[in-house]
């Protein structure tokens, strides 16, 4: 059974500060994403991370991916306030499944 | 170009009624997916349509079903409704090409009382 961490599950950090979230999976995945949840919204799409090595940045926010240690980072480079948000990251098993998803790191940042 | 829209937003019923939920997938889209989101239980896969076939399910009760339909819009339905059915349910689709993201709607908000 695909089985998803993520770690910190909450964070609270002041602007212009640099953190990382960690996301861990426990078998092989061709796939993981990171998704960004506001306060009673849906989801939204950040990145999407398809093979051993991959590095996506999109602003502020990098995702990197290493397949051998089953583990995807999301790195917050000089916080703002925009960014306090509940952060997901999921994975697609091999199988014809839906994705798996952590438990989420609720992000606070404070002026 | 229009996102993955749900309806309704939000639904009220009471334990043992049942309750329908629709979606409609981004044009182009031939996959639905539907996940529940319960407070304190996260986000957990449902179901996974496919060119109208069911293709997948999580670890759910057969009282949760559904089905999708030839313009690729989907319908899940919960019978037999129980307090703890509470929950937000996300509709998400993607192209099922390699490399494709899935896409979620706002979401459906089921009360049960």
């Known amino acids: 059974e695909l089985k998803v961490e993520q770690n910190p599950l909450f964070l609270s950090m002041q602007e212009g500060k640099n953190y990382t979230i960690y996301c861990n999976y426990s078998?092989?995945?061709?796939?993981l994403y990171w998704y960004r949840q506001d306060p009673g919204k849906s989801l939204e799409s950040l990145f999407v991370l398809l093979s051993n090595g991959a590095v996506k940045q999109e602003g502020r926010l990098m995702a990197s991916l290493d397949t051998k240690a089953r583990l995807s980072t999301l790195h917050i480079t000089a916080a703002v306030h925009d960014l306090s948000a509940t952060y997901f990251c999921?994975?697609?098993?091999?199988?014809?499944?839906?994705?798996?998803f952590g438990k989420g790191t609720h992000l606070i940042i404070q002026p | 170009e229009a996102g993955v829209t749900q309806s309704p937003t939000h639904l009220i019923k009471t334990r043992g009624q049942q309750a329908t939920l629709r979606c409609s997938p981004i044009s182009g889209h031939t996959s639905v997916y539907w996940y529940q989101q319960a407070l304190g239980l996260g986000l957990q896969f449902l179901l996974w349509y496919d060119e109208g076939e069911e293709r997948n399910r999580g670890n759910f009760p057969p009282r949760f079903s559904g089905r999708q339909f030839p313009n690729y819009s989907s319908e899940l339905n919960v019978n037999a409704l129980e307090l703890e059915d509470s929950a937000l349910y996300l509709c998400a689709s993607s192209s099922n090409q390699p490399g494709d993201t899935q896409y979620f709607g706002p979401g459906t908000r089921l009360t049960v009382l």
């Open positions: 078998t092989t995945s061709d796939r």
């Open positions: 999921a994975v697609k098993g091999g199988g014809a499944d839906g994705l798996t």
